[in-house]
């Protein structure tokens, strides 16, 4: 089986960043990997994987309770004024990472899903115009419920709480546990 269309991404050639396996009841899947994720060869742990995780730890939950994968597996980045930085993969290279993402989530088999920003979203429904219109409402992929959020450095640039993501991020993460612990019941039937 082909698992992504590397030779034709415009991403390929950039070092590969697998995703964290810990556990099969909740899946995060984030857009794409930073500098850090680069770097260290391992996904969350930039700026915004550090913020996310001290969400995940407002609810009482530990890094390991959770797997975490990405829409895209290389860092896309462009360089303004020579500099390199982070910027969101295309629909382009959303969809030629796309069999990929589909195989691992199928191999792990979560309980529940958590999408975090539009391209993660956009790899499992297509594109959406607007992400507040979608988010916080469960759909199913292949039966698995997904709940698409925002992405954890929109809700550090929402520094007042004036768009209230960290409120909506933090709400859907609850809505996902719910659904979690509902999956294991029916798991345990
Ligand atoms: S983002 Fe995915 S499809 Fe593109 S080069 Fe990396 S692994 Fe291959």
Redesign the pocket.
């Known amino acids: 089986m082909k698992l ?3 030779e034709h ?1 415009t ?2 050639g ?1 070092a ?1 960043v697998p995703p964290e396996i810990n556990t099969t009841n909740l899946l995060f899947i984030g857009e794409a990997p930073g500098e850090e994720e680069t770097e260290q060869l391992h996904p969350f742990v930039g700026r915004a994987g550090r913020f996310f995780m001290e969400l995940l730890t407002s609810l009482k939950l530990n890094r390991g309770d959770a797997s975490y994968n990405n829409a ?3 860092r896309p980045t462009r360089t303004p004024n020579g500099r390199v930085i982070n910027r969101q993969p295309t629909e382009f ?1 959303i969809e ?2 796309q069999p ?1 993402l589909y195989n691992d989530v199928m191999k792990l088999n979560p309980l529940v899903i958590v999408t975090l920003g539009k391209p993660a979203f956009t790899a499992f429904f297509g594109d959406t115009k607007r992400l507040r219109d979608v988010v916080g409402i469960v759909r199913y992929w292949k039966r698995t419920p997904i709940v698409p959020t925002y992405h954890p450095s929109a809700v550090m640039r929402d520094r007042s709480g004036e768009r209230g993501y960290k409120k909506a991020v933090l709400s859907h993460i609850k809505h996902a546990l719910y659904l979690m612990n509902k999956g294991r019941q029916i798991k345990l039937l």
């Open positions: 992504a269309n590397c991404c991403l390929r950039k590969i895209c597996l290389c290279e030629c990472c990929r």
